[in-house]
């Protein structure tokens, strides 16, 4: 009799062992699924929010509105246009006019255009000639 009660006191001690350790686990669990959950609440926007955009760029990407479209309601852009267009028909060097103001080109290759081709030897520079394959000790070294 005393060895089944000790057996059976083994027994329970064993599952009492089992269980708390399950118990452990299963609150860590909670645990952990708590803390992703607040993170990926603070890192999620607001579902009401999400679900509405979400919404409205499938709207938008079924139906794009062209660019001219766009640009013909901006009446920023239809007042630019008209002024343009009226001012070119009454002067007859407008577009000559806009192309010296209004010049894509920078100002270093402004400069240039204006100095044409170097044609002084600088030190250090080898002349290629024409045809000639370069080699790596032809290129450029780069500072770094």
Excluded: C
């Amino acid at each position: 009799e005393e060895e089944s009660d000790e057996e059976d006191e083994e027994e329970k001690a064993m599952r009492m062992a089992a269980s708390t350790i399950a118990a452990m686990k299963k609150k860590q669990k909670k645990e952990v699924t708590k803390a992703k959950l607040a993170v990926n609440s603070k890192l999620s926007p607001k579902k009401s929010s999400s679900s509405s955009s979400t919404k409205k760029k499938s709207a938008l990407s079924w139906f794009k509105i062209p660019y001219i479209v766009r640009a013909i309601l901006n009446p920023f852009t239809v007042f630019a246009m008209t002024k343009a267009y009226f001012a070119s028909l009454f002067e007859l060097d407008y577009l000559k006019e806009k192309e010296a103001s209004q010049g894509l080109r920078t100002a270093l290759e402004e400069k240039a255009k204006h100095q044409g081709p170097d044609t002084k030897k600088k030190k250090g520079k080898r002349m290629m000639k024409p045809g000639q394959s370069k080699t790596l000790s032809d290129l450029p070294q780069l500072s770094s």
